[in-house]
């Protein structure tokens, strides 16, 4: 059974800066790419960043220059360094990690998410 934890939410003013982590327990091959999205209030699920195992990263637009994903392959984390927060990055924040369980056997997990709401 593979679980994902997030930690690092809560409440910011606008400018401040959170730090998101979550670690991947369970058993499995290992965790080709791991990555954040979020869900704002009213809005659809969207892709934040994501990280490879190769250190590959891939940003929302909006994020770029403010948000840094970063990973320790060892110890199965991924983290979300959120600086200059703004209002409109309120949302639940849901960490993912596409797992090998075996050879080439993928699958697609999620954390149950963390709240991050930025007031003005």
């Known amino acids: 059974q593979v679980q994902l934890v997030e930690s690092g939410g809560g409440l910011v003013q606008e400018g401040g800066s959170l730090r998101l982590s979550c670690v991947v327990s369970g058993t499995f091959f290992r965790i080709p790419s791991m990555g954040w999205y979020r869900q704002g209030p009213g809005k659809q699920r969207e892709l934040v960043a994501t990280?490879?195992?190769?250190?590959?990263?891939n940003y929302l637009d909006s994020v770029k220059g403010r948000f840094t994903i970063s990973r320790d392959s060892a110890k199965n984390t991924v983290f979300l360094e959120m600086n200059s927060l703004k209002p409109e990055d309120t949302a639940v924040y849901y960490c993912n990690a596409v797992v090998e369980i075996i050879r080439q056997q993928y699958r697609n997990y999620w954390g149950k998410g963390t709240l991050v709401t930025v007031s003005s």
């Open positions: 990280v490879t195992s190769s250190g590959s990263t």
